[in-house]
């Protein structure tokens, strides 16, 4: 028996061909690993434990968002199950409470139960007469950023607001029905498509109305709703209501007033554009020395995935968009993939100089073993 016990330096000598196997064995595990099941990613992802409450108050200052929804809110919000912490900031219209949770919490089930608690807070707020829109919950999560931005424009037959429409709907839409490991799509850009009804107030004056009738008569007809039900005999028929303004012909045609024969239209008092609501935002490409409006498109990918796979998928969708919708077309403003093939490339680099260097040194250590 050995007293000095086991030598692995002594059984790695005598046994050459079982360490060359497994020498082996872990080069072929480690190629199968990063090739195939490895997801690259510009980092490692770690699930971000902070959520945000948002609510919106058009015509509210930073103070009275600050007084009448942020502050009550982070009073109710202390009874959340194991929030950490908590923050809000508050502007003009618009107020955002972020919770903290410690690291390795189930984010899932605290955002079910902060949204619960959201329902019964939204009842207590007290009313402003503001336009309250309704608060919703959002994950807060720095590290997933996007990995594609695209910058969509068009010739002559598209206008912007015609892109931003385009986006909104069927580029969103398909690039995330494109790929399952497309978390969200988002585009960007201030363009978005409105009928503004320009009031003329000589003739609103001379035919005896307000612009609070002219409103009035707007909110009066662009509906769709249920009607009720039309019944015949056995037979019995679904009655809706769609008024809603589709074009600037439309809006036009909108009754005002209607005295006995006389019938006011909206076109009578003013006029209908149609156009895009105010810039409060934009996006310009810069490419080859000059600067072009467009329309951005970001995509965020899942966790889990690779980003080069989803880019490459999602770039497939858009060549059949380009050909699908003739004027439009993309251009790629960030590529994550270019990044991240950059750091795989690095770290394959390394690790095969490691993988040469053990296998040296344990072939230096058989040679030595083997020498008389």
């Known amino acids: 028996m050995n007293k000095d016990g086991f030598n692995i330096s002594r ?5 050459p061909h079982i360490l060359a196997a497994f020498y ?50 982070e009073e109710r919000m202390v009874n959340v199950p194991g929030v950490r912490y908590i923050r809000s900031t508050s502007q ?10 410690p690291y390795g919490s189930d984010m899932k089930a605290s955002l079910a139960s902060v949204q619960s608690l959201l329902n019964v807070i939204q009842a207590d707020l007290p009313v402003t007469g503001a336009n309250l829109k309704p608060s919703w919950v959002l994950p807060i999560d720095p590290l997933n950023l996007p990995i594609l931005s695209l910058s969509l424009s068009g010739d002559s ?9 385009l986006a909104d ?32 107030r000589q003739k609103l004056s001379a035919q005896g109305l307000s612009i609070l009738q002219l409103r009035d008569s707007l909110d009066r007809h662009n509906v769709a709703r249920p009607a009720g039900t039309l019944t015949d005999r056995n037979s019995e028929a679904i009655v809706r209501l769609n008024h809603l303004a589709d074009s600037p012909r439309s809006v036009e045609n909108y009754v005002v007033k209607a005295d006995g024969d006389r019938v006011v239209y ?15 935002s934009a996006y310009h ?3 080859a020395g000059k600067v072009n409006k467009a329309i951005e498109v970001n995509v965020l990918q899942n966790p889990s995935a690779s980003s080069p796979q989803v880019i490459a998928g999602i770039r497939r969708e858009l060549q059949r968009l380009e050909r699908d919708f003739p ?6 403003s960030y590529d994550n993939s270019r990044f991240v093939g950059i750091l795989m490339s690095n770290m394959l680099e390394e690790l095969l100089i490691g993988v040469l260097l053990t296998g040296l040194v344990v072939l230096l250590f058989w040679a030595i073993g083997e020498a008389p």
């Not at 003009?92 to 949770?101: H, M």
């Not at 037959?157 to 429409?165: T, V």
């Open 169 to 200: 709907n069927e580029v969103v839409n398909r690039l995330k029905s494109s790929n399952p490991n497309v978390l969200a799509v988002g585009a960007f850009g201030g363009y978005r498509r409105q009928l503004q009804v320009i009031a003329d």
């Open 266 to 280: 909206v076109k009578d008092v003013a006029r209908v554009v149609d156009t895009f609501s105010e810039r409060r």
């Open 157 to 165: 037959r598209w206008s912007l607001a015609e892109l931003r429409q």
């Open 24 to 73: 082996l064995a872990m080069l072929i595990l480690a190629v199968v690993s990063i090739g195939y099941t490895l997801p690259r990613r510009f980092m490692p992802y770690v699930e971000s434990p902070m959520l945000g409450v948002v609510s919106m108050m058009p015509g509210l200052s930073a103070e009275e968002m600050e007084t009448y929804i942020s502050k009550p809110i």
């Open 92 to 101: 003009d219209g618009f107020s955002i409470v972020s919770l903290e949770f």
């Open 11 to 15: 059984w790695s000598i005598d046994h």
């Open 285 to 287: 490409h810069y490419e």
């Open 327 to 332: 004027g439009i077309h993309f251009q790629v």
